[in-house]
């Protein structure tokens, strides 16, 4: 039985409003940013940004530069972070910027490799760090903080002119990188505060073309003083144990145009008092986003996992939900510095209603707390490259849902899709994919688009097909391509690459749906394909039975005489794809290794892989092969690429990169199959410790002294011949597991079910050949009232490092031969 699916594109709305918000450009900067009510422009164009959070007090200065060019690889545009006041003064009058605190260093590496960098600047931050951010000798005070206190006030002008004097010459009159600006974080009914804190930043000397605030749970504003940025989490840490999946989770799953995500933050909000009306600014403020969850951190009583394609339906959906502005928390996880007077992680000691571990703040992120690059970097960076080039078409186009949609939250059976569309043209988006509540397929399903006016209607694909479960995607309708019009394909647009003066357009097939090209004969001279048919239909010329792959590439002369090919890979190579500058020209590249690139100096391309050998392949290939540092490289045909694989000679150097993340009982991807490491048991775990309750009658993580008493301990001689950037991989189930070097504690975890991955760089090398590595665990007590994955439950229980790998990661140098 067939399921035709319908949606009627009303005529286009009329302009939005502009010049109503008090936002400008430095005076003569050459791509002036401005806001309209529904869309952001850039040097006069729609822009559609891609942020990504990365704090760099959580991570080594050493290593920003080559983890913000693996951020700008995976597509992200501008770097947003918090400025975490304890980080910088945890003892009063002593404001540290040094080191892994030199916030001007990192502002300007962003500027070196044009991103745009959003400082996040408070003063509270949440960030799941102590007391929100704030230091504990402010707390003392007698004063009320975030309100307008003239007590708090005094050190908060004092903090803003620290973070001014940092940033000074970094903002857009000056050339530099500084795009937006946050104040505050979810404070909902603070409006003249949040005005006040705006004020005092600006007096400090602080500027940018936005100024933005959190708009989650119903916040009130000040009228037109702050780009209000939305949010959207797949699962939480901060609800309760038992509560199960959150209903403000599932919605993110639905196209809606409904904004707010009111969970988020709810458990720090006064359950009795709301904010302002949701969504309150539609009218007034495009849809922008700064917190789409790229993963999820585990506090102690409520530890969610989150997989790749969660992620990335999410990701997906906000932009065929109207999103023009898609802004991920975390997209790099991170380590909290050691305190000097307290640990710095959120906590029931502090009052807050979560204990989170002292170190880790992993989040999941597409890339770890040690740069680990996992899958779910590969499914956004591929909606990444969609956006970077067709970002300025899709941003002023609405959204638009079809005729019959869910009717709840609880309908799973109802297709779910939407358009955005300009009234002519525009983007197919479909999402059947949820974590914990898994679709169905979607049998013998076409859709029927119909366009207001003279805009006809398109219906596809030619012959109905079945949605599977788990997909989510879209389709292209009416894409111009260097004057070829494709009316629609059944493939996901990625990118387009200039190959020898043509213009190729790259698209992904979708998993278990044939990709069908269906082409604007009026646009068209002549059409050739490696495979499959070209059939004339009416007006439209149809590519059908493609085989998705290297070389499937569909080559068309262009009614105005020029040539554009149509390259369809499969799905999975696809999610191998990158495209950046390299050596002198704009490429794509196919690697399964992470994949950077440094147009300075020597222009180099850098691999990120193990010490297995990787291969790469390129289009446009260049002149002569490249040269790979301490290497041999050999070349061969890969369809219409040419791909370089490369072997490691006997002057090969392990420097540091980055293997994959394994879940499961091995290793997966890049960095997999390391080699097995001894784990020597020193005692056995004794009974789990009664579970002690804190904030809100919540479960809080076990005391230290129990890790004294009744974990079990094991030892592991870490070896100094290790390579630079090697991972300690550990398989293992509990409760709580910490490390330690010494006396020192040097990473930490609760248990989800997770591989639990030390990076041995980060360890005190001295102390570390001393006396080796202690790792203790701790049991779960079997009444403890902790949510853990449903494939993880009970495993707790059991106190236990089973295996344990060393994982080699290399970074392998390519230049231009």
């Not at 000074?168 to 505050?184: K, N, S, T």
């Not at 809606?256 to 009111?262: A, F, S, V």
């Not at 859709?447 to 599977?468: N, Q, W």
């Not at 509990?734 to 930490?748: E, K, N, P, Q, S």
Request: aromatic share 8%; with cysteine; charged share 20%.
């Amino acid at each position: 039985m067939a399921h035709p699916h319908h949606l009627r594109v009303p005529s286009p709305a009329g302009p939005p409003l502009t010049g109503h918000l008090p936002f400008s450009d430095a005076p003569g900067v050459p791509d002036p940013i401005e806001v309209n009510s529904r869309w952001l422009t850039r040097g006069g164009r729609p822009w559609f940004p891609v942020s990504g959070e990365f704090h760099y007090s959580r991570c080594p200065a050493a290593e920003w530069e080559e983890e913000l060019l693996k951020m700008k690889a995976g597509g992200v545009t501008a770097v947003a972070s918090y400025i975490i006041w304890i980080h910088h003064e945890e003892t009063e009058g002593r404001v540290r910027f040094d080191g892994d605190r030199d916030l001007r260093r990192f502002a300007e590496l962003c500027a070196r490799h044009g991103l745009d960098f959003i400082p996040r600047i408070g003063p509270w931050s949440h960030a799941e760090v102590r007391n929100g951010g704030l230091p504990d000798w402010l707390l003392a005070r007698d004063c009320t903080p975030r309100t307008d206190d003239p007590a708090y006030l005094e050190p908060v002008r004092t903090w803003f002119a620290a973070i001014a004097e940092q940033l000074r010459g970094l903002d857009r009159a000056h050339g530099g990188p500084i795009v937006a600006i946050q104040i505050e974080n979810e404070l909902y009914d603070q409006p003249g505060h949040l005005l006040t804190l705006k004020r005092l930043a600006q007096e400090a000397g602080m500027s940018a073309p936005l100024w933005t605030s959190t708009a989650w749970g119903g916040v009130q504003l000040p009228p037109d003083e702050l780009l209000p940025l939305y949010g959207g989490y797949t699962e939480t840490f901060w609800t309760e144990a038992d509560g199960g999946w959150p209903d403000t989770c599932r919605k993110h799953f639905f196209f809606t145009h409904q904004r707010d995500d009111e969970g988020i933050g709810a458990d720090l909000r006064p359950t009795t008092v709301r904010g302002g009306e949701p969504d309150a600014f539609a009218d007034r403020f495009p849809w922008a986003t700064c917190e789409l969850g790229g993963g999820m951190a585990v506090s102690y009583h409520r530890r969610p996992r989150v997989d790749a394609d969660d992620i990335g339906a999410l990701g997906l959906t906000k932009i065929g939900c109207g999103s023009v502005w898609q802004g991920f928390y975390m997209f790099h996880g991170g380590t909290n510095p050691a305190g000097e007077l307290t640990t710095l992680q959120e906590s029931h000691a502090t009052g807050y209603p979560n204990d989170l571990p002292v170190l880790t703040y992993d989040f999941q992120a597409p890339l770890g707390e040690y740069g680990q690059y996992r899958p779910t970097y590969h499914e956004l960076r591929l909606q990444h490259l969609l956006l970077a080039d067709f970002g300025d078409r899709i941003a002023p186009m609405e959204s638009v849902l079809p005729e019959r949609r869910p009717s709840g939250q609880d309908d799973r059976d109802t297709l779910r899709w939407a358009v955005r569309t300009d009234g002519t043209s525009g983007f197919l988006f479909v999402n059947n994919h949820q974590p914990h509540e898994p679709l169905p397929d979607h049998p013998e399903t076409s859709f029927t688009v119909e366009f207001p006016g003279d805009g006809g209607t398109l219906t596809l694909p030619t012959a109905p097909v079945t949605v599977p479960r788990g997909a989510y995607f879209c389709w292209p309708l009416r894409l111009d391509v260097a004057g070829l019009r494709l009316e629609w394909a059944t493939a996901q647009p990625v990118c387009t690459v200039d190959v020898d003066g043509r213009t190729v357009l790259v698209l992904a097939a979708t998993e278990g749906i044939a990709p069908e090209l269906a082409l604007d004969a009026a646009t068209v001279t002549s059409v050739s394909t490696p495979s499959g048919d070209v059939t004339p239909v009416g007006d439209r010329v149809l590519v059908t039975g493609l085989r998705p792959g290297t070389d499937a590439l569909v080559e068309v002369e262009s009614a105005d005489g020029g040539r554009v090919g149509l390259l369809v890979l499969d799905a999975a190579t696809a999610r191998t794809a990158y495209r950046g500058v390299a050596w002198g020209v704009e490429r794509l590249v196919l690697c399964e290794a992470g994949v950077v690139f440094d147009p300075f100096g020597r222009e180099e391309v850098r691999l990120h892989g193990s010490d297995a050998p990787v291969s790469f392949a390129v289009l446009p290939a260049p002149e002569r092969a490249p040269v790979v540092d301490g290497a041999s490289v050999s070349v061969s045909a890969d369809g219409v690429f040419t791909r370089y694989a490369v072997r490691a000679g006997s002057e090969a150097t392990g420097s540091k990169a980055t293997g994959s993340e394994a879940t499961g009982s091995k290793a997966a991807g890049s960095g997999a199959g390391g080699t097995s490491v001894a784990v020597t048991p020193v005692r056995s775990a004794g009974p789990a410790p009664d579970t002690a309750t804190g904030v809100l009658d919540r479960a809080s993580a076990p005391a230290d002294k129990h890790f004294d008493t009744v974990a079990a301990e094991y030892h592991v001689d870490v070896p100094d011949d290790l390579p630079p950037g090697t991972i300690l991989r550990l398989y293992w189930s509990g409760d709580v597991g910490r490390a330690y070097v010494g006396d020192t504690l040097v990473a930490d975890q609760f248990f989800s079910g997770r591989v639990w991955d030390l990076g041995v760089d980060r360890l005190p090398a001295d102390a570390l050949r001393a006396e080796g590595l202690r790792l203790r665990v701790l049991p779960l007590h079997p009444d403890a009232p902790v949510y853990v994955p449903r494939e993880a439950v009970g495993a707790g229980e059991s106190a236990a490092v089973t295996h344990a790998e060393w994982i080699i990661r290399r970074r392998w140098t390519v230049r231009a031969g």
